[in-house]
């Protein structure tokens, strides 16, 4: 069965520089969210979108911006990159964004910033 | 948002059952209780979740309280590949704004061979 896609696995990037992730979801699914996992953390929410409308905003600093295309993808682009950005960045996706409908999260894009 | 109580870590041997505790004492009449895990190096995957009534599935069992302040969710014979953080997390049925999962302070599951 199909999964989550994310690209690109693993980014390395300076301080200040700018970083897009991208996240493919399950076919026929319009929701989509994105959580960042800090070194030794737990996962936290990002953003989310439901049909390509930003349904849910958590913790996602101003520098970063995100949005769902008309074929269900998402970016996440991240400006002025900081040390503290290096972490784990998942997508999941649902069926809709009911709360009682499961979600499944892609492998994650590892991202470095140096 | 109703807060998750689990022990921080547990630890199993292979092939016998393994019973994680979560306690809810705020839930709403409206929390769905959701279980993930997140194996190492790899995105959280989804468990089981229920509202009341105990569930079933292919990878383990929820049991609720009757008054739904705890749950335990239940691995009826423990693998290698069962290790893992276990996170008990509520959903509010009632949230239309798009349902975020917030992870709280899992347990971490050892499975000794």
């Known amino acids: 069965a199909a999964g989550v896609i994310q690209s690109p696995r693993h980014l390395i990037k300076e301080k200040r520089e700018t970083a897009t992730l991208k996240c493919y979801p399950i076919p026929r699914h319009d929701t989509v969210y994105w959580y960042q996992q800090g070194p030794g953390q737990d996962p936290q929410f990002l953003i989310s979108?439901?049909?390509?409308?930003?349904?849910d905003k958590g913790s996602i600093p101003d520098r970063f911006s995100a949005q769902q295309f008309s074929d269900y993808h998402s970016e996440l682009n991240m400006s002025s990159l900081e040390l503290g950005d290096s972490a784990l960045y998942f997508c999941a996706s649902s069926w809709d964004r009911s709360s009682y409908n499961e979600q499944f999260f892609g492998p994650g894009t590892r991202l470095t910033v140096l | 948002d109703a807060k998750t109580t689990q022990p921080n870590s547990m630890e199993s041997n292979e092939e016998e059952p393994v019973h994680l505790p979560c306690n809810h004492s705020?839930?709403?009449?409206?929390?769905?209780i959701h279980w993930y895990r997140q194996l190492p190096s790899q995105g959280p995957e989804y468990v089981i979740h229920g509202l009341t009534s105990n569930v079933n599935n292919r990878m383990a069992s929820l049991a609720i309280a009757e008054d739904r302040k705890s749950s335990t969710l239940i691995l009826h014979r423990a693998t290698l590949r069962d290790a893992a953080v276990y996170y008990c997390?509520?959903?509010?049925?009632?949230?239309?704004?798009?349902?975020?999962?917030?992870f709280g302070e899992g347990t971490q599951l050892t499975v000794n061979p």
């Open positions: 997390i509520l959903r509010d049925v009632g949230e239309t704004s798009g349902s975020r999962l917030t």
């Open positions: 705020t839930i709403s009449g409206t929390d769905y």
């Open positions: 979108f439901y049909e390509k409308m930003q349904s």
